[in-house]
């Protein structure tokens, strides 16, 4: 029975992370976004855009610095969370989070070559975070489902 069940969430867990990349894809590349006044720039100064944020936050909004801080973090979540429950190769941590991190620099780096969003370190380094985020609510579950076996 404990066999079956493992098995079942993993076709679950394959089902929702296909529905999450074709989302991903979507709000990364075909969303609607405002263009950018001064033309098409990449950032690859890490924390820059990070630091400029919340230096102007006053002028920018709150919803501004959540959307952009916070959201980056937020949309990689599900990757940390669900990519182990896929595969048991990413049960370990750190495979989880460099291919959070590799995805992410892909994204970023066909944004550059696309030109559609925009190409930041900064996105990386929080699309991470939200990676090993996502990995230790992972975690945590995983921990509280065998207690409870």
Known sequence: MKAQTERHIRI???????????SLV???FFAERGSTPYGYRANLV????????LENRDILGTRYVLLNIGGNILLFVPFGA??????RYF??????ILSGALLSAG???????????RCDIDDVLLNTFGCA??????ACIRRLRRRSA
Request: without cysteine.
């Open 91 to 96: 049960g370990r941590p750190g495979r989880t």
């Open 12 to 22: 679950l867990g394959r089902i929702l992370f296909l529905a999450y990349l074709a």
């Open 107 to 117: 994204v970023e780096g066909a944004q550059y070559i696309t030109m559609r969003g």
């Open 82 to 87: 669900i990519l182990p429950v896929v595969h």
């Open 46 to 53: 890490p924390f820059r855009e990070i630091r400029r944020i």
């Open 133 to 138: 985020a996502g990995y230790l609510l992972f």
């Open 26 to 28: 979507y709000l990364l």
